[in-house]
């Protein structure tokens, strides 16, 4: 059971190009999140999904796309790389908050912008 | 609207010495509330959990109990390990209220041997 997968690990890429950041989750879950978290801070949510067909904007969304295709997959668009977006992004799911049931999260990528 | 407000840190302990985290909310709902912990390079993992007032979760020693009265949902350890060191997150999921957990700041714990 592998949970939520995110990949890449690592990456760096210079100023102004693009990439795209890919998460998958295999529990079945409609609910899908992206963060980012830079050094020493919390969690800034950035987009969130609740079932395929659907996103909606969350705390820090400039600079940022995402679709939702499927209910496994949700990636992350960054179109003009900027230094501002060097950071650690997450990816999360998690069944309905009256499910009482935790996010789950996967390992993180690790972005450097130069 | 919801929130969380846990204790800054970092927090900064001997081994063997006894840990309080705090953690408080608010919450248009009754929400269910979890603390989280990140170990350094990894993502977020689920420590324990608590979905009603009163109940206490616990997990590899570590303790927190949903209190209504006082809005409160502190972590606690009897005997901290250096192996604890690691970033902790207070959080909270209200059926009541957006689709979205919310988070506290975090709380980095750093244990000496």
């Known amino acids: 059971n592998a949970g939520v997968t995110q990949t890449p690990k690592f990456r760096i890429l210079k100023i102004g190009q693009s990439m795209t950041l890919q998460c998958t989750q295999d529990m079945n879950h409609n609910y899908m999140y992206w963060y980012r978290q830079d050094p020493g801070m919390g969690l800034k949510l950035i987009y969130y999904?609740?079932?395929?067909?659907?996103?909606d904007k969350g705390e820090v969304p400039n600079g940022y796309n995402v679709s939702r295709s499927t209910t496994e997959d949700f990636p992350l668009r960054l179109e003009l790389a900027a230094p501002s977006q060097t950071s650690v992004y997450f990816c999360?799911?998690?069944?309905?908050?009256?499910?009482?049931?935790?996010?789950?999260f996967g390992d993180g990528t690790r972005l450097s912008i130069l | 609207g919801d929130s969380v407000t846990q204790m800054e840190g970092p927090v900064t302990l001997s081994e063997e010495a006894f840990l309080t985290i705090n953690c408080t909310y608010t919450a248009t709902g009754y929400p269910s509330l979890f603390w989280y912990v990140q170990y350094p390079g990894e993502g977020l993992q689920l420590l324990l959990k608590a979905t009603k007032a009163d109940d206490k979760g616990s997990n590899k020693g570590f303790e927190a109990t949903y209190r209504k009265e006082t809005t409160s949902f502190h972590l606690e350890k009897g005997s901290v390990q250096v192996s604890d060191s690691a970033v902790y997150f207070c959080?909270?999921?209200?059926?009541?209220?957006?689709?979205?957990?919310?988070f506290g700041r975090g709380t980095s714990l750093i244990v000496h041997p």
């Open positions: 999904s609740v079932g395929a067909g659907i996103t």
């Open positions: 959080a909270l999921s209200d059926p009541g209220g957006s689709y979205i957990p919310t």
């Open positions: 999360a799911s998690s069944r309905p908050p009256g499910s009482n049931q935790p996010q789950h």
